[in-house]
C-alpha cells in the first residue's frame, strides 16, 4: 500500500458507496490498493483506465462534480494536486457536495503547501480541519460544519473557464487552469514551434510534397498543433492524458478551423495507425514527482506510431540524455538546435 492512499482509505471505508476518491497524477502508485466498489472522478486517462481493468466505476473528466448532487456524499479523498487552483476547485466542490458533517480528507507533503490548506479549507468549511503526520506525508481531515456561515469559496482562479492566453496566426488560443503550463507559452515548445519552418521544409526537399500526417504526442491546450497548422499543415490528430488539455485543445481546434482529432491516450497507446510527422514536448515530471519513465513511454509510443521514413521532433531539456535513450529505438538521431537550456531532437 503506498503512503498516498493508505490515510485515505479508512474515510471511504466507512462511507463506502457513499464516498469519492478524487485522483489525479500526483497519485503516483495508482489505484491497485483501492477497495473493490470504490467511485473514482479522474483527469488522467491512465488512472481511468486502471479503474475500468479494476471495474472501480470511474469518472474520467476535468474533475467535474455534477455527476453528483448537492449535500449527498458522505466523504471525498484526495492526495493533493501540484497547482493551487485545481486543490481549491476540489475543496470548493466538496464543500458543494458533502452532506453536513461529512469529510474531505487529503494527504500531501509539507512542502506542497497541505499545512496552508488545512487552514484555508477549515475555515471553508466552518471547523478547524484536523492535521495528522502519517509517514513522510500529512493528512488533513476536514469536517463540513451543519451550521456553517457562508464562507466564500476559495481563489480557483475560475477553474472552469477557458480564457484567451496568447494568439498563433493572428486568432486567440484559449486555455485554462489545470493543465500544463496553461498560462504561458512554453519557451521549449516555443523553441520547437520555431524550427517547424525547417523541419517541414526539409521533409519536402526529400518526399517533394508537404507532410500531411501530424500527430503532436502531449498536445496541452494545443500549442504545436495550432502552430503546425498555421503552416498549412492539415491533417492533425492531438493526444494527451489530461481531460483539462483535451478540453482546451478541442476549444482551440474549433477556433481555428482545425478538422483534426482530439483524443484521450495514455502517450498515445490508444491511437493506431501511423504518421509521418509527430511532434513531441514530452513531460518530465508527473505531478510533483519527476518522472524518467515517461520520457521510455513516450519514446516507444513515438516508434511505434511512426510511419516508415517519417520524423519526430522533440523539444527536451538539455540534460536529457534523449539520444542516448533513443539509439535502441531508431535509426536516425540528429540535434539540429541546443540553446543553453533546451536542444531539439530528430528521430526517425
Ligand atoms: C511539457 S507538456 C507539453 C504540452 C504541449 N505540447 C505544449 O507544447 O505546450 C507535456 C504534456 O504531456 C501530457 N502528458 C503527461 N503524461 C502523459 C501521458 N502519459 N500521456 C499523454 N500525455 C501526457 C501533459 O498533460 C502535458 O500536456
Redesign the pocket.
Known amino acids: 500500500m503506498t503512503d498516498e492512499l493508505a490515510p485515505l482509505l479508512p474515510a471511504l471505508q466507512d462511507a463506502g458507496k457513499n464516498s469519492l476518491l478524487v485522483a489525479d497524477e500526483n497519485l503516483a502508485e495508482g489505484l491497485a490498493a483501492v477497495p473493490d466498489g470504490q467511485t473514482v472522478l479522474t483527469n488522467r486517462r ?1 488512472l481511468a483506465d486502471q479503474a475500468e481493468r479494476r471495474g472501480l466505476p470511474c469518472h474520467f473528466c476535468d474533475f467535474d462534480f455534477s455527476s453528483w448532487p448537492a449535500h449527498s456524499l458522505d466523504a471525498i479523498a484526495y492526495r493533493i494536486s501540484k497547482e493551487k487552483a485545481v486543490v481549491h476547485h476540489i475543496a470548493n466542490s466538496a464543500a458543494q457536495r458533502l452532506v453536513p458533517g461529512g469529510r474531505l480528507v487529503l494527504t500531501g507533503a509539507k512542502d506542497e503547501g497541505i499545512k496552508t490548506y488545512a487552514k484555508t479549507i477549515g475555515v471553508l468549511f466552518g471547523d478547524k480541519a484536523v492535521l495528522e503526520k502519517q509517514g513522510k506525508l500529512y493528512r488533513v481531515t476536514a469536517r463540513l460544519a451543519s451550521s456553517r456561515r457562508t464562507a466564500s469559496p476559495l481563489d480557483d482562479r475560475d477553474y472552469k473557464r477557458l480564457r484567451k492566453i496568447l494568439c498563433i496566426d493572428g486568432k486567440p488560443v484559449y486555455s485554462k487552469p489545470g ?3 496553461w498560462d504561458k507559452e ?1 519557451a521549449g ?1 516555443a523553441l520547437l514551434a520555431g524550427h517547424l519552418p525547417d523541419f517541414f521544409a526539409a521533409r519536402f526537399a526529400v518526399w517533394r510534397r508537404q507532410p500531411i500526417r501530424l500527430l ?1 504526442l ?4 494545443g ?2 498543433s495550432l502552430q503546425a497548422a498555421a503552416l498549412g499543415i492539415k491533417d492533425i490528430t492531438a ?4 481531460a483539462a ?1 483535451l478540453l482546451a485543445c478541442q476549444h482551440n481546434f474549433r477556433e481555428h478551423g482545425i478538422a483534426g482529432r482530439v483524443s484521450a ?3 498515445g497507446d490508444r491511437l493506431g495507425g501511423s504518421f509521418e510527422t509527430i511532434v513531441c ?3 518530465f515530471h508527473q505531478g510533483f514527482a519527476r518522472s524518467g519513465g ?1 520520457t521510455d ?1 513516450f519514446l516507444n509510443a513515438t516508434r511505434r506510431l511512426l510511419a516508415p521514413g517519417g520524423r519526430a521532433l522533440f523539444v527536451v531539456n538539455s540534460f536529457i540524455p534523449l539520444e542516448t535513450l533513443a539509439q535502441r529505438r531508431f535509426a536516425h538521431i540528429a540535434t539540429p538546435v541546443r540553446t543553453g537550456k533546451f536542444k531539439l531532437v530528430e528521430l526517425g
Open positions: 491512465d493543465l500544463f503550463g512554453d515548445s503532436d502531449g498536445c496541452g491546450y500549442y504545436l493526444t494527451d492524458n489530461c488539455a491516450s495514455d502517450a514536448n514530452p513531460p515517461l513511454k
